[in-house]
């Protein structure tokens, strides 16, 4: 079993940045891709970015890429989401997501955990 905490949501102006934190228990953390998932109010989840077990290959949504990054750090059991630019429509609930297969995809059917989520909202 792997748990998983996201923290750093907020409240924060259009253009503004927050930092969303993905804390890791459980088995060995750096073994799984790591996924950031939203959810808006009446939407679907959709990917956000995802990033595989050593680090250094990353994938993001259209919608995101270069405004934020993931990152991670395996010696934290830890994985981040640097948001920047925010824009009213990144508005929703935020969750991260482990994948043992180490795919990384943007399917999220390879993540076989979740976290509860954390609420980030853009005001414009």
């Known amino acids: 079993q792997v748990q998983l905490v996201e923290s750093g949501g907020g409240l924060v102006q259009a253009g503004g940045s927050l930092r969303l934190s993905c804390a890791a228990s459980?088995?060995?953390?750096?073994?799984?891709?790591m996924g950031w998932f939203r959810q808006a109010p009446g939407k679907e989840r959709e990917f956000v970015a995802a990033?595989?077990?050593?680090?250094?290959?990353?994938y993001y949504a259209t919608s995101v890429k270069g405004r934020f990054t993931i990152s991670r750090d395996n010696t934290k059991n830890t994985m981040y989401l640097q948001m920047n630019s925010l824009k009213p429509e990144d508005t929703a609930v935020y969750y991260c997501?482990?994948?043992?297969?180490?795919?990384?995809?943007?399917?999220?059917?390879?993540?076989?955990?979740w976290g509860q989520g954390t609420q980030v909202t853009v005001s414009s």
């Open positions: 997501a482990a994948d043992p297969s180490n795919l990384g995809t943007s399917w999220p059917g390879v993540y076989d955990y």
């Open positions: 459980g088995r060995t953390f750096s073994n799984y891709a």
């Open positions: 990033i595989r077990w050593g680090g250094r290959s990353t």
